[in-house]
């Protein structure tokens, strides 16, 4: 079966089955799962796989070194806390993109992280420049994107373009985006900035599929998915039902 | 909260019917406590056959129901304008459009302003799920100011889930409906015992793992205000958040945990306690046992 070949142009799935997936409570894969996992992933040409994240220690980075000598075409992302630390441990394993997940929303980062706005933007600074000075290619995830100021992550995007990030991640951290909702962002962001768009979609209300689609019909050119749709509480948004879909879509759309 | 009259018809005994046949004729007092579950979370008709009405007869009381004999059915896709037959329209009947599986693809805004135009907001609207979207597209019509959906419960026989109807227009749009959330697991346990199926434990609303929360990010967020990574309140549905230890717990889920199990730990030995916690979830590929936690900590701190 090759999942992904007919629409690899026009959407570009990024796997985090082995990252939010395994965050599933009380889920865990062994080394060995995941390296299967990664390696059927690139046999059927999924773009990217985010393979984990490396300051959870020792296994987790060797993990992510065997995923990455073993892959073929996929590219291999491990996923970092907006903290220098975080991305040094991704340094070591030497993967091909480096995520960074920057709080976005006023519950994020004045409630949970006790911080505020310049923190926030200096971190994303000093953070995107650390990765950057060694040659890594950057992506930014906007954490709880959802029920952040659109103003704000506007901003963000213009502050990370200036350091040559091209794509940024939305994440419905609490999945409560709908479809009109995520059009109107989505349009919003890539009118004020141009920048590249990934939907990252959680399914607590039932809506991660059409949400993720909705994303791509208003610009998205990414979309996070997971195996069976595991995840945080109600999954993400399911790889093989997405890709079943979006090929019907995508025929249809070719007519 | 709004007040907004929105009117929801189930058809979860119709289609179990059609499903399983005989097979639940057999469960007809089940079936009647189904009925007024279903009625009690808030649907505010439930749709059944002729023949169920004689197979359940004396139907539950206090309960509204909707005999199917009595809709005229339009079935169509994201096309259906263009394709209604105008005679249609002149039957004295309720008409309940069923389909538009794939509005999604489309410009569905409009296509839903059309339909109206043609037939008014106060219509049936039956949106199946071939693609994922019936609730999505559900929760749309609604919001372009449609007045009634047509569900099932967990979805069953491909249509709009009820619970996912209920949780999106109390919790998402904020609109108070008069069903009692709370019950969403009783109904689970006996939709299960009925169709002798498990439903998928993530399952929105009803999963029955949906509220467990593993990840450090996680646990810490939610410790200091659950918002931050629930989208509501577990309570709300009948549900409690637990936590579990994992290869993704961090400091505070494990010293959460040990003082729940009643041991008393010194904060040095965390970080040791925790690098056991992974090695083991992951040799395992799940959360541990409180017994493991035991065993964990004993080892950890020398006294095994």
Known sequence: ?255 | MMERKLEITDKTLVVLDAIYGDKIRKKIPQLRELIKLIYTIGSNYIEITEDLYKALYPLPEGVRFKLNNKLMEITGNYNICENIIKESLYINKNIRIIGLDDIIFYDYEKIFFNIKKIFGNNIDMCIKNEYGAATAMSLEWIRAGGKKVVTTFAGIGGYTPLEEILGSVGFLEKVSLRGDYVLFPEVLKLFEEITENEIKSNMPFIGKDIFNVESGIHVNGIIKNPSTYEPYDPSKIGRTRKIIIGKHSGVSALEIKLKELKIEYKFSSLSNMLEEVRKISTKKRRGLEDQEIKEIYMKCSNLA
């Open chain 1, 1 to 255: 079966m090759n999942l992904q070949e007919k629409f690899n142009n026009d959407i570009y799935i990024v796997d985090t089955t082995l990252r939010d997936g395994e965050q599933s409570a009380g889920k865990a894969f062994s080394i060995d799962e995941k390296v299967e996992i990664a390696k059927y992933m690139d046999e059927n040409n999924i773009y990217q796989i985010e393979a984990g994240i490396p300051v959870m220690g020792d296994l987790e980075k060797e993990c992510i070194k065997r995923i990455l000598a073993g892959r073929k075409k996929s590219l291999i992302s491990t996923w970092n806390r907006m903290n220098k630390k975080d991305i040094q441990h991704s340094i070591d394993c030497k993967p091909d993109i480096i995520h960074i997940s920057v709080p976005t929303s006023d519950i994020q980062i004045y409630s949970n992280l006790g911080k505020d706005k310049n923190w926030v933007e200096e971190n994303l600074r000093e953070c995107v420049y650390f990765a950057k000075d060694k040659g890594y290619e950057v992506t930014i995830g906007f954490e709880d994107a959802s029920r952040a100021d659109i103003n704000y992550l506007i901003n963000l995007c213009e502050i990370v373009k200036t350091m040559d990030v091209e794509r940024i991640r939305y994440a419905d951290t609490v999945g409560i985006l709908t479809p009109t909702i995520v059009k109107e962002a989505i349009k919003n962001i890539i009118d004020s900035t141009g920048i590249e768009i990934e939907i990252h979609a959680h399914n607590d209300f039932g809506m991660a599929i059409p949400i993720s689609l909705e994303a791509v019909k208003s610009g998205a050119k990414y979309v996070d998915c997971t195996l069976d749709g595991i995840g945080e509480r109600a999954g993400n948004c399911n790889l093989q039902e997405f890709i079943r879909i979006s090929d019907v879509f995508l025929e249809r759309n070719s007519n």
